[in-house]
């Protein structure tokens, strides 16, 4: 029998690797922003087409490279970043597998143009799937322009498994803002189907934040700075009235570099621990320094995992010092959370309050209430009329809510069988779950998620029906988002104006008029919801543009845990949502109710 082993050809090798490394078109910006920064660039642009699948180019001022080496660089394993495996331990570029720019030209239609500051002349090379086809000189200013055209033209599989162009263009706007945040001194353009979204000057990091995040992140950062042997920790963390429900203001940065890592992550939400309702992120943009012999970043190919030598006390420093920063700014637990935070105690009274056993705050905590202090002392009466409001929109037409609560009474037949009957009072648990016997049981409902349940089919039906009713704001409200979130509310504008929203025609978005279902202090907060569902959405998670709507809104209005309910609401509650056509499951999938028979019961005996 003959031998069978023989090597792989280049190009066939190249487009194995660039499995790896290009995953899709923001792998592409990630690699060519790194290399622009290795190149010491002061400017940087990046071009974008069709959410990179057109187009990815990047023009930087950087050292630019000779003819040899340009040439070179789209050869495998090259490399001028490191010579020997030791360089590995004291890495101080981004850059060093040298596998980026074959397994991009390995994949796609690539056009270099380089050019050093000692060169006349600058080089030009085109390649296509591993193939140089055209090579020469060209006119040039210093630097390097690299363009990525038509992203797996050779690998229709791969091409036709790329997402939406809105999720594809979300991962390379990830990917810019995890570079231009790291690098404050470098100045950044981004424009994307010739629309420049981001311009961003060289500058502090406050300013390099407030760049991307929009001017009202500005008052909301907490500086963190704290230096130790083994560990500097720098940059911001956000308030925690600014916190989120999304991950999306989490960067952490190890020199210099974004990575992720899930244990440091739980280091800063410690550090805000009593601060934040359970379903809040907070904000940090944080950077840590180590010595580069001390940890290992090989260990993904795309480079955002690492390892350190000595985790457990960079956790404990890390988690200390946005403790510290938040203390020195009166941001640490109080007692009464209803009251000022900015009255807080000081950083020296909360190290002795460290000593008792826990911090306990207050489960009333709830940060839409914040303005209103007034509102736990309400007389009964008012409380009920505060509940009506909870059922937001509820009331505003007698006529169809009649409807279905009558097909819910049918409904609610088939919820609980004849043996499981509603009967008597309810009562609260932990300001959780409203607790009611039944018949022969007893029902444990999840008010949080019920209450989403309700809302989410009202603000569906409201949706699917009639046009929204609107109310007109007095003043306008300046949304003041950042370019991307712009977009985002571009493309829902037409289903948010359909159920009450008004904007203008400015490109920055202003509010004119609200739904009449959503109480207008509350406006922010839905958009905020809305925007992190929208950005974090994944095709088919949602059904519609409807669905993703009525669900961010029900999340957004519905009553949180933690809020004490009186038995009329808490009963009002149960009525709403046993009238509803799928009681037993929140707008996410999870469940709002269980019930315990008498039997279950006495088996636990
Ligand atoms: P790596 O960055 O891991 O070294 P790449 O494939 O990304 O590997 O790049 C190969 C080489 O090409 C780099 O080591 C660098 O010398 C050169 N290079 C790439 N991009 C640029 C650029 N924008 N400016 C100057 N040199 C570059
Ligand atoms: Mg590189």
């Given amino acids: 029998m003959t031998d069978c082993i023989k090597l792989l050809p280049d190009h066939v090798a190249n487009q194995i690797a660039a499995g790896e490394v290009v995953q899709r078109p923001s792998s592409v910006v990630k690699e060519l922003l790194e290399n622009a920064i290795d190149a010491k660039s002061t400017m ?15 023009i930087d001022n950087g050292s630019g490279m000779s003819a040899t080496d340009a040439r070179l660089s789209f050869e495998r394993h090259a490399t001028s970043k490191i010579a020997a495996a030791d360089d590995l331990f004291n890495l101080q570029t981004k850059g060093f597998r040298g596998e980026a720019l074959a397994s991009i030209a390995a994949v796609a239609q690539v056009e270099l143009k380089t050019k050093r500051p000692s060169d006349e002349v600058g080089c030009l090379i085109k390649i296509e799937g591993s193939k140089v086809i055209d090579q020469g000189v060209t006119t040039c200013s210093t630097g390097t322009s690299i363009a990525v055209k038509n992203l797996f033209f050779n690998i229709p ?31 950044f353009i981004l424009t994307h189907n010739n629309t420049e979204l981001f311009h961003l ?43 989120k429900r999304s991950k999306i203001e989490q960067f952490l940065f190890v020199n210099h570099r974004f990575v992720k890592n899930s244990y440091l992550n739980h280091a800063i939400e410690n550090a805000f621990s009593g601060l934040l309702q359970p379903q809040f992120r907070p904000s940090y943009f944080l950077f840590l ?91 009964k009466q008012d409380a009920s009329a505060q509940w009506e ?40 648990l932990h300001r959780k779950y409203i607790v009611k016997p039944l018949n022969k049981g007893l029902l444990l ?51 948010l104006e359909h159920i009450g929203f008004q904007f203008d025609d400015s490109d920055n978005f ?14 922010g907060n839905v958009l905020d919801q809305l925007i992190s569902a929208a950005r974090d959405e994944t095709p088919n ?46 707008p996410d999938q999870k469940s709002t109710f269980s019930t315990w028979s008498l039997e279950d019961i006495d088996r636990s005996f």
């Fill in 541 to 586: 998670q949602h059904f519609s543009q409807s669905d993703l709507l009525a669900t961010s809104m029900s999340k957004a209005l519905a009553i949180p845990s933690g809020k004490v309910l009186t038995e009329e609401e808490q009963i009002g509650l149960l009525d709403q949502l046993f009238a509803c056509q799928a009681p037993n499951i929140s």
């Fill in 510 to 523: 202003k509010l004119l008029g609200i739904p009449t279902l959503v109480p207008e202090s509350e406006v």
């Fill in 445 to 495: 409902v999840h008010q949080n998620r019920a209450h989403q349940r309700v809302l989410y089919e009202r603000i569906l039906h409201k949706l699917s029906d009639s046009k929204g009713n609107s109310q007109q704001l007095l003043f306008p409200l300046d949304l003041d988002m950042n370019a991307q979130e712009i977009n985002l509310m571009k493309s829902l504008r037409e289903s």
């Fill in 389 to 428: 409001s909870l059922y937001v929109g509820l009331q505003s037409s007698d006529n169809d809510q009649l409807e279905i609560e009558e097909n819910g009474a049918q409904r609610q037949i088939s919820a609980f069988d004849e043996t499981l009957s509603i009967q008597g009072k309810c009562f609260q």
């Fill in 201 to 243: 000057l060289e500058g502090n990091l406050k300013q390099r934040i407030v760049g991307i995040f929009g001017h009202k992140i500005n008052d909301k950062l907490v500086p963190i700075n704290e230096d130790t042997d083994l560990v500097g920790v720098s940059g911001f963390v956000g308030k925690p009235a600014h916190a």
């Fill in 157 to 187: 599989a791969r091409r036709n498994f790329l997402k939406s162009a809105g999720v594809e263009f979300r991962h390379i706007i990830d990917e810019f803002h995890r570079v231009a945040l790291a690098h404050e001194e470098i100045k």
């Fill in 289 to 379: 320094e180590v010595d580069p012999s001390t940890i290992d970043i090989n260990i993904h190919p795309t480079k955002t995992e690492i390892k350190f030598e000595d985790d457990h006390s960079i956790y404990a420093i890390l988690r200390a010092a946005v403790k510290h920063g938040l203390g020195q700014y009166q941001i640490a637990p109080v007692l009464d959370f209803e009251g000022n935070v900015d009255l807080g105690p000081s950083y020296g009274e909360m190290k002795q309050m460290a000593a008792a056993p826990e911090v306990s705050v207050d489960q009333h905590f709830n940060p839409f209430d914040a303005p209103d202090k007034s509102m736990q002392l309400k007389s």
């Fill in 44 to 58: 940087i642009q990046l071009i974008v087409k069709d959410s990179g699948k057109t187009l990815i180019q990047l």
